[in-house]
């Protein structure tokens, strides 16, 4: 049981670094829209593309836009 | 399979695939989407839907969870206005170009719906050679977007996205909206921060409870309270502070808000936890504490979530005013941003564009609709040195015009000024919770003094503790979550049958209504107008004045002409002439037809009689030398209405028709419809005096109105509905705006009120009740710390489960 005194704090250093990940997160404007990812994850595949557009995928075009 | 009669009051056969309204009887046009031939009710949507299934992105009507804004006819000017956003000048207003050279734009849209629309504009945007990428962000209506300015210009977007349905305007960020997303982001930070603190000291919480019930060794007890302590401090400081904040601000001003039992419950039993971990006695409510702060945290920001998607950006009279301008400088006629215009200048409007500020005729004559203003759909004729409003729609012919005032000085601003001032002053009902915050917490007090007390007497090392759990067993979290989870649920629930709830505390009002007076006569009608006679004045039959008509008037711009869209044309019409402000006239075998104005017939029909004293919209028609008919057009009675009336009085409401029009169509529109009091020849001081006559009657008064016009006196009714037809949503001010008109909805809302009213009041006899048991358990000090928690959050979990009841 004396394993607690190391595992416990490890687990609130954890708990720390996700606090501030949420928080950037917030910061950086990726959870202004909650409706339209909520929805976007059961939209259905993108169209077929004309090959000159070339595009970043879903998940990266999630980037912060403010700086 | 469609399954047609799985709704019975919609036909979906009945009503356009892409925008919901219902479809002319006679107009034919369809557009094959998944494989089947959808209806569709003017071309406009048509060729949306067309552009939508070319481009690939069907999927956009299997997602879409509401009907798409009916798009604008498209007219001379949808190619031509927005190239002044390629004007650098005024592009810059909304643009910045970063380091390689992309131009970054952010646009507001006009119409959208849901998330599916985000998608369609998302895909179609991206699709635009030189597009890298393109952001909607629903919750603000915006749009932003990122193009190599070699490849593509600002306008082709613009066009792009109108031709898609919405309606594009630059961005420009305000102080307010600004505002509004800081505080989302802080709210939101506050609720991240809980939850994760919520989980950790619910995790050391489950090691202490059950180290309470079989034995724990004290110095891991100690680690587990040392260790919550500090995350526990921090939810209490960054997540919890609002609530102190509020409460303490409330009581210097000596009044009692549900904030205050809140605030001194986390403040109590998180200071109780603090002396218990530090001196190694009692007990430790952290992880009730934090779980209490996340739940009202949750509970709140759901609320905000849900009204605030209501306030569309957009949503602004000035919005509806067009952005690209013809004005004369330097004698030639150039377009300009509205924004530039400048007083006394020289404006030239095209019959069928809006007129863009409030201007002095010059030079033509024509007719504005200024429904906007007065709710009359019949055009007013103007001519030289007569004033025409921004807002209003030039009908018949091209006016030039001098420009007056800037557009804060103009009567839209000032009408939009006059809504914000009704509903500031606007009578609010104190909302219900913190009325019975204030004896709630008075007792609650009472109670815990007592216990502490008559503990002191008993076992004075046990008060403290005992005092504590009735506090914390009392936690007035179901109390304080009653209210605000039932007005979201409804508001939810009825935002789904095309309401639009801008006023949550209106729902309270509107549940408790007495009187529903409906606001002239234009919402009971259908406000288009439709033919309601024709007077033949030769040999004729009706059929055939009708063919000859609907085949002139398929040549003619002007509004009534649209009523004629619906029937059967003559075909072998030749040499059709469209005269602005006078009428169509066309060559049929060897012989010249007019159709349009009696001055305009009776050149080619001397003897043509003057029009019938009714009081409705006469057109003439006539041969050479032959007057053939009048027809007469009229805003005929919406087919509900009867239905709706009847459906009123029996949920036991007092119906009155209120009417600024002096002539007998009030009356005999409400003696049809069987509404007992009229009253006729109303101006808008009178009509607020008699509401307020009702209301210091005691009465509850739910007014009807079309939202913007007669803003004031909605605004001073306890509650206030908007019918609108999807296109006018963003100029209708009212605690509900029905969208699409559907009156039905109007009964439907009132009965949802109802409801939420009843869910807040089984909410609070939950919420009571609960205490009523608890607390004398708690007082005789026979609840253990885990069994108070466990009890708190049932209550809360079953006081929002019952709000969800309302989703359906």
């Not at chain 2, 102080?175 to 609720?191: P, S, Y």
């Not at chain 2, 629930?493 to 639009?500: D, H, N, P, Q």
């Not at chain 2, 239905?643 to 949920?651: D, T």
């Not at chain 2, 009132?750 to 009041?761: E, G, N, Y």
């Amino acid at each position: 049981m004396d394993s607690l005194y190391l595992l416990i704090p490890i687990a609130l250093i954890f708990c720390v670094i996700a606090i501030k990940l949420l928080l950037w997160a917030i910061s950086s404007g990726q959870y202004d829209d909650l409706d339209k990812e909520a929805w976007r994850i059961l939209a259905e595949d993108e169209p077929e593309k004309t090959p000159n557009a070339t595009r970043d995928t879903p998940a990266s075009r999630d980037d912060p836009q403010h700086d | 399979m469609l399954l047609v009669n799985e709704t019975p009051s919609v036909n979906p056969k009945d009503v356009c695939y892409h925008c919901g309204e219902s479809i002319p009887r006679t107009t034919l046009i369809s557009v094959e989407i998944d494989g089947e031939y959808r209806p569709m009710c003017c071309p406009g949507c048509a060729a949306v839907a067309e552009l939508i299934t070319s481009s690939g992105l069907d999927g956009f009507y299997r997602q879409r969870s509401a009907y798409n804004e009916r798009p604008r006819q498209p007219d001379a000017t949808t190619a031509t206005q927005y190239l002044v956003y390629d004007d650098p000048e005024l592009a810059a207003t909304f643009t910045r170009r970063d380091e390689e050279g992309l131009i970054n734009a952010s646009i507001l849209l006009g119409g959208i719906n849901c998330a599916a629309c985000t998608w369609l504009i998302e895909q179609s945007m991206s699709a635009i050679p030189g597009v890298k990428r393109a952001l909607v962000q629903l919750q603000q209506a915006r749009l932003d977007i990122q193009f190599a300015p070699q490849q593509c210009l600002l306008s082709d977007i613009f066009t792009q996205l109108d031709r898609l349905g919405y309606q594009p305007r630059p961005f420009q960020s305000s102080t307010a909206r600004q505002q509004a997303t800081f505080e989302r982001r802080a709210a939101l930070r506050r609720l991240a921060v809980a939850g994760l603190g919520m989980m950790q000291v619910g995790m050391f919480a489950i090691a202490l409870h059950a180290g309470d019930i079989q034995g724990i060794e004290a110095n891991y007890q100690a680690l587990l309270r040392w260790v919550s302590l500090p995350v526990a401090s921090f939810v209490v400081w960054y997540s919890a502070r609002p609530f102190f904040i509020t409460a303490w601000r409330h009581l210097r001003q000596g009044s009692l808000v549900m904030d205050l039992p809140v605030a001194l419950a986390i403040g109590l039993a998180f200071l109780a936890s603090v002396w218990a971990t530090v001196s190694g006695s009692g007990q430790v409510y952290f992880d009730s504490v934090v779980m209490f702060t996340f739940l009202l945290l949750l509970a709140r920001f759901l609320e905000r979530n849900a009204r605030e998607r209501e306030q569309f950006a957009w949503l602004d009279a000035e919005n509806s005013l067009p952005s690209a301008v013809t004005v004369q400088r330097n004698g030639q006629w150039v377009t300009v941003p509205r924004m530039q215009l400048q007083v006394a200048e020289t404006i030239l409007v095209n019959a069928g564009e809006t007129v863009p500020v409030d201007a002095r005729v010059i030079q033509g004559s024509s007719a504005v609709r200024e429904d906007m203003f007065n709710g009359e759909h019949v055009p007013r004729a103007v001519g030289i040195n007569d004033v025409v409003y921004a807002g209003t729609l030039n009908a018949e012919q091209s006016l030039t015009a001098q420009v007056l005032v800037d557009y804060r000085d103009s009567r839209l601003a000032a009408l939009q000024r006059s809504i914000v001032q009704a509903q500031t002053h606007k009578p609010r009902l104190a909302a219900l919770a913190d009325r019975i915050a204030s004896w709630f917490i008075a007792g609650i007090l009472l109670v815990t003094a007592l216990t502490a007390l008559v503990w002191l007497q008993i076992a004075p090392e046990q008060a403290l503790w005992v005092a504590l759990s009735v506090l914390v067993i009392s936690c007035p979290c179901a109390l304080a979550l009653a209210t605000p989870a039932a007005l979201t649920g409804a508001a939810t629930a009825l935002r789904a049958r095309g309401v639009i709830v801008r006023g949550e505390n209106a729902l309270e009002a509107l549940s408790r209504a007495t009187h529903l007076v409906f606001d002239k006569t234009g919402t009971l009608t259908e406000g288009t107008l439709t033919l309601s006679e024709v007077v033949p004045l030769g040999n004729e039959a009706r059929h055939d004045v009708l063919a000859v008509a609907a085949a002139l008037q398929r040549y003619s711009t002007h509004p009534a002409a649209r009523t004629f869209a619906t029937f059967e044309a003559a075909t072998d019409f030749e040499h059709v002439e469209y005269q602005v402000g006078a009428g169509v006239e066309g060559l049929r075998a060897n012989d010249t037809y007019r159709i349009g104005s009696e001055a305009f017939c009776r050149e080619l029909a001397p003897d043509f009689p003057s029009p019938p004293d009714t009081i409705r919209y006469w057109i003439g028609l006539c041969r050479e030398g032959v007057p053939l008919a009048w027809i007469a057009l009229d805003d005929r009675v919406r087919p509900e209405a009867a239905e709706v009336i009847g459906n009123a009085r029996e949920l036991g409401l007092k119906l009155a028709l209120l009417t600024g029009d002096s002539s007998d169509q009030g009356p005999a529109l409400a003696k049809s419809l069987g509404i007992e009091e009229i009253h006729t020849a109303q101006t808008p001081q009178q009509k607020m005096a008699w509401v307020k006559a009702l209301q210091a009657g005691g009465a509850v008064v739910v007014m009807v109105g079309d939202g913007l016009n007669d803003a004031p006196v909605l605004g001073i009714a306890d509650a206030s509905f908007a019918v609108a037809g999807a296109t006018d949503l963003a100029r209708s001010q009212a605690d509900f705006v029905i969208s699409g008109g559907d009156l039905h909805q109007l009964i439907a809302t009132v009965i949802k009120a109802r409801d939420c009213r009843r869910v807040i009041r089984q909410n609070f006899g939950w919420a009571l009740g609960y205490n009523l048991c608890a607390i004398p358990l708690a007082a005789c000090g026979l609840i253990p710390p885990w069994a108070a928690a466990i009890g708190m959050s049932l209550s809360s979990l079953l006081v929002v489960a019952n709000s969800l009841r309302l989703h359906r």
